[in-house]
């Protein structure tokens, strides 16, 4: 189970899904100051990132994003770095580029829930 709140950004998934998705962003372009869908050079690292609590330490997981296509998928096991396993966790979008480190998605809710889940039945 694998869902996305199109208005908070919210995730909620089960432990370990594998799902892969296409993350957009924009920026604000210098000349005009319009804002546009963001385009991947070459040299960019775009990385989604697992923390226990927002800003919080090291991630506990990432994933690279891919360049081409924009797209991220959840490699099998993941959910064995998460050290509660289910619950709560937060995640973020962040691109690297050299020294320019900027967060597209920012600390938004990440709910893992468990392998057998019911949903509101």
């Given at each position: ?23 957009t ?30 800003k ?31 619950g ?34």
């Open positions: 189970m694998w869902e996305i709140n199109p208005e908070t950004l919210a995730i909620k998934c089960t432990l370990n899904d594998t799902p892969t998705f296409t993350v962003a924009n920026v604000v372009d210098a000349d005009t100051g319009e804002v546009v869908p963001y385009v991947p050079e070459p040299e960019d690292k775009i990385v989604f990132a697992i923390r226990k609590g927002k919080t330490g090291a991630p506990l997981v990432t994933f690279d994003i891919d360049n081409e296509d924009m797209t991220v998928t959840f490699e099998e096991g993941w959910g064995d770095s998460l050290p509660d396993g289910v709560k966790y937060y995640y973020e979008v962040s691109l690297n580029r050299g020294s320019y480190h900027d967060t597209f998605i920012a600390s938004k809710t990440l709910l893992v829930l468990p392998e057998i889940y019911k949903g509101n039945n």
